[in-house]
C-alpha cells in the first residue's frame, strides 16, 4: 500500500512562496503508474486539483493555478514538491498529496494559513 505524508511551514506570509514535500512510501514515484498530486481543500470548500507529476517528471497543472504552481521532485528521498508563489489569503487551506488514481486513505493533510 502506498503512504503519503505532507509537511511544510503551516503558516506563510501574503505575497511568498509556499513550499510542501510529500514524502512516499510503498512505491517509487520513478516507477509508478500512479500519477502523483497535490490537491488542496478550503474550508467549508471542496476540493481542488493543483497539479501532478508523473514518474518520468512530466508535471501538468490546473489552468487557474499554472502561473504561480510548480511540482518537482527528489528521487534519492522518494519525495515530490509543490511550490505556489505569490500565495494570498485565498489559498489558506488544507493541503494533500496523492496519488491518482487516489489512495482510499487521504490522511490530515496539512493546514497552511496564509497570513501576516
Known sequence: QVQLQES???LVKPSQT????????GDSITTSYYAWNWIRQPQGKGLEWMGSMTYDGSTYYSPSLKSRTSISR??????FSLQLSSVTPEDTAVYYCNTYPPQ?????????????
Open 8 to 10: 511544510g511551514p503551516g
Open 18 to 25: 509556499l513550499s510542501l514535500t510529500c514524502t512516499v512510501s
Open 74 to 79: 527528489d528521487t534519492s528521498k522518494n519525495q
Open 104 to 116: 482510499p486513505d487521504w490522511g490530515q493533510g496539512t493546514q497552511v494559513t496564509v497570513s501576516s
